[in-house]
């Protein structure tokens, strides 16, 4: 299950505005942020919709995506296999409190290249 979505935008309160709005009609909410740097929504099942100004520092992505899991040792397992499939290493396996008390995550990144062929 995906725990966030994080997207970056060129204009943050103005894309907050809108979200607002948009996301009204569904039930999604507003749930938290941080004047200047990210808005998070609440978008049902535990689940966030996130948007961030563009151009923040690293480790934050121009999108980012988080999968919950149910325990440790599956983040564990999860960072393995995405570095042992090529992934970029982020952030390892570790608690991360300055998002929550009990939060355990890691963090990797992957590159893709594609070429078009007229």
Same mark, same amino acid.
């Given at each position: ?23 009204? @009609?569904?039930?999604? &909410? %507003? ?5 200047g740097v990210?808005? $998070?929504?609440?978008?049902?099942d535990e /689940? ?9 520092? @690293?480790?934050?992505? &121009? %999108? ?8 440790? $040792? ?5 960072? /393995? ?38």
């Amino acid at each position: 299950m995906i725990d966030h979505i994080t997207i970056e935008v060129s204009d943050l309160q103005k894309s907050k505005s809108f979200y607002e709005k948009a996301l009204e @009609p569904l039930g999604y &909410r %507003l749930s938290f942020g941080k004047e200047g740097v990210f808005w $998070a929504f609440d978008v049902g099942d535990e /689940s966030l919709f996130e948007i961030q100004h563009t151009g923040s520092k @690293p480790p934050l992505t &121009r %999108l980012h995506v988080a999968f919950r899991v149910q325990t440790r $040792a599956e983040v564990d397992a999860f960072y /393995s296999a995405a570095l042992e499939a090529g992934a970029k290493d982020n952030g390892a396996p570790g608690p991360r409190p300055e998002y929550t008390a009990n939060y355990y995550a890691c963090s990797f990144s992957i590159l893709m290249a594609t070429i078009s062929k007229p």
